[in-house]
């Protein structure tokens, strides 16, 4: 196994970045790469089979991503996009192929079978094309993720349907799959058993998994957090399982459940490399599982089937879209996207000729045109978009139906929600600005959560979590954590990483602003400067200083002392270089405080100006008041 292990990462690694040098996109890379180790390649894949069902985790696991990226109220909103472009779609598609069939000498039952199965699209190539071209909040991409989900949905009621158009004994699979203990039931015990799990599965999204991510995020140890995260996918996945429905649907609805979760962008960021890697394994699979044995045996009938199939995918895609008001560069962003045959389709296949609705012969055929309509998927994709599109020379339009794009992502990202970050984030969304707060401490999440704040779960320091928080398309970053370590952490981070954030940060005192000011942080504030300043200029009114003269000797501390620590932060490692500029600094201080008591705001500026020639002073000058800012503040 750890052999076969190898082989498949060693593939990945060299099929996928040659294809993407190629211009050819990653799902291809990876199917090409499955060929070459597959049976008619160097025959290292092993049971391609086998490796599939367990690959097939990583399509729950994008549903699950996907869902996470949904609120309950955002999916009520497209429901009529879902049932109505998935269901036109599905059965528009069926109907079409089902009549192609009887025409090649099929009954009317297998025919229509193996219609509703070619109608499935790959949610793993669709969605990933979106997704890699950022065009999941496009008309296009909606439209897709809406037809997307009705067939994960439809494939519930077709496993249904499927042995009431058998016109032969069921055998192998779908004999056991009847012996199941949810089979055995009567109608009315399976509609509540499907009932409770999908009721169960929201619920428990809603009340259970947040106390359990609290307490596994107290430990502090991500490690766990990571497991309970693939424990709420792969727990759900086996539930639906259990009671014969789609473990990518389950997923999904977990994932919708924990949309408005704190935690749901350390979800994201630790459930999306597992997806990424499975995925490709599932790709790799598709492409090691191509039977070009069969393929050679009746070339023309399977480039005949699989010309008719892609055709009439496109075709009914191309006109739904243009039909519900696409431009017709997002229709055919969106025909490409559907235009390949599904990965469901194995399984239903095989359930079909196991319930005797279709024969073994011709759905192995249909087994191979599915294979080689999902290679052929990206090929597709790539050629609308680099020959079609500019052709058809216009821009994206905005979804008819009004609908808000899928991925929003906020302007401002405050990393901090404790007594400093949260006034920042408050003021903030009292003006109009949306934000998004993050934070590790379970216990702030759960106060801040009950005055009705939103603040997501997760570590700023990495930069998955950032990105999976917008930064990418953010215009401000607040750092307000407490802990200096991690504030300059998170700086780094967002330096290296998303270069076009402006960043605003929080430091304790003189010797933390010196370091932020080194990373080139745009404004620094110190905890206790403003209060200090504050009571400062109180003291002042009390000894008899009016409330104007007092304020204005405040505003020239501030910034004498906020101009102080730029010029300062080069000398900090001490030594008479610092000893110097700190004397410099205070006697202008002290200068431009009483020019300004005596009304002269010319020697007020002058002194001001000089500040920093007077940093250069000989290290014998006379001795001034003051203590060197070498202390926090």
């Not at 059965?91 to 079409?96: E, H, P, S």
């Not at 020019?595 to 001795?623: F, K, N």
């Amino acid at each position: 196994m750890m052999a076969l292990g190898f082989v498949y990462l060693a593939a990945a690694l060299v099929g996928v970045p040659l294809a993407r040098r190629l211009g050819l996109g990653t799902v291809l890379g990876y199917l090409l790469a499955g060929v070459a180790i597959g049976p008619y390649g160097l025959d290292l894949a092993g049971d391609a089979e086998s490796v599939m069902h367990f690959a097939e985790l990583g399509v729950v696991m994008m549903l699950f991503l996907v869902g996470l990226e949904l609120d309950p109220r955002t999916l009520w909103q497209r429901r009529r996009l879902i049932f109505g472009a998935g269901g036109l779609q599905v059965v528009g598609t069926g109907l079409i192929l089902g009549g192609v069939g009887m025409a090649t000498g099929l009954a009317w039952q297998p025919a229509l079978a193996a219609g509703l199965v070619l109608a499935m699209s790959s949610t793993a190539i669709g969605l990933q094309s979106i997704q890699e071209r950022g065009l999941l909040g496009s008309d296009a991409g909606q439209k897709s993720f809406s037809v997307l989900l009705f067939q994960d949905v439809a494939v519930i009621p077709l496993l249904a349907l499927f042995p009431l158009l058998a016109t032969m004994p069921p055998t192998g699979a779908a004999a056991a799959h009847g012996a199941a203990w949810i089979d055995a039931l009567p109608a009315w015990g399976r509609a509540l058993a499907v009932t409770g799990a999908v009721g169960g599965t929201v619920g428990g999204g809603r009340f259970l998994v947040g106390p359990l991510m609290r307490a596994v995020a107290a430990t502090g140890q991500r490690e766990l957090f990571i497991a309970a995260a693939l424990l709420i996918v792969v727990g759900v996945s086996l539930l639906m399982q259990a009671v014969g429905l789609s473990p990518a649907l389950g997923a999904f609805l977990a994932g919708v459940a924990l949309a408005n979760s704190e935690f749901r962008h350390e979800l994201e960021s630790d459930v999306g490399p597992f997806k990424g890697l499975l995925l490709g394994v599932f790709f790799l699979a598709v492409g090691a599982g191509i039977d070009f044995a069969l393929v050679a045996a009746a070339p023309l009938r399977v480039a005949l089937a699989f010309t008719v199939v892609s055709a009439v995918k496109v075709g009914v895609l191309w006109a739904l879209a243009r039909g519900t008001g696409s431009s017709r560069p997002e229709a055919a962003r969106f025909a490409a996207a559907l235009g390949q045959v599904g990965e469901f389709a194995f399984v239903l296949l095989a359930f079909c000729e196991g319930a005797g609705v279709l024969p073994g012969p011709a759905a192995r055929e249909l087994v191979a045109v599915t294979a080689l309509s999902m290679a052929a998927g990206p090929l597709l994709i790539l050629g609308v978009d680099r020959w079609l599109l500019p052709r058809l020379a216009a821009t994206p339009v905005a979804s008819p139906s009004g609908e808000a794009p899928v991925d929003v992502q906020n302007p401002v990202i405050v990393a901090g929600a404790g007594r400093f970050g949260q006034i920042v984030g408050r003021l903030l969304r009292a003006q109009g600005h949306a934000v998004t707060m993050l934070d590790v401490d379970s216990d702030q999440l759960a106060v801040q959560a009950r005055f009705g704040n939103k603040v997501w779960f997760g570590d700023a320091r990495r930069p998955d979590l950032l990105h999976a928080a917008g930064a990418h398309r953010a215009t401000l970053l607040v750092v307000a954590v407490e802990d200096h370590a991690a504030a300059v952490e998170i700086v780094r981070v967002a330096r290296a990483h998303f270069p076009q954030l402006r960043i605003l940060a929080r430091a304790r005192g003189r010797l933390e602003a010196y370091e932020l000011h080194d990373l080139g942080v745009e404004g620094i504030f110190r905890e206790v400067f403003d209060s200090s300043l504050r009571m400062a200029e109180a003291a002042l009114c009390a000894l008899g200083h009016s409330a104007h003269a007092a304020h204005r000797a405040a505003t020239l501390f501030r910034r004498h002392d906020e101009a102080s620590v730029a010029e300062l932060a080069a000398h900090r490692d001490g030594g008479q270089a610092l000893v110097d500029s700190a004397r410099a600094r205070v006697r202008a201080l002290e200068q431009a405080l009483a020019a300004d008591r005596a009304g002269q705001d010319a020697l007020v500026d002058h002194a001001w100006d000089t500040a920093g020639q007077r940093a250069a002073a000989p290290s014998g000058a006379a001795p001034v008041s003051g203590v060197p800012p070498t202390s926090r503040e």
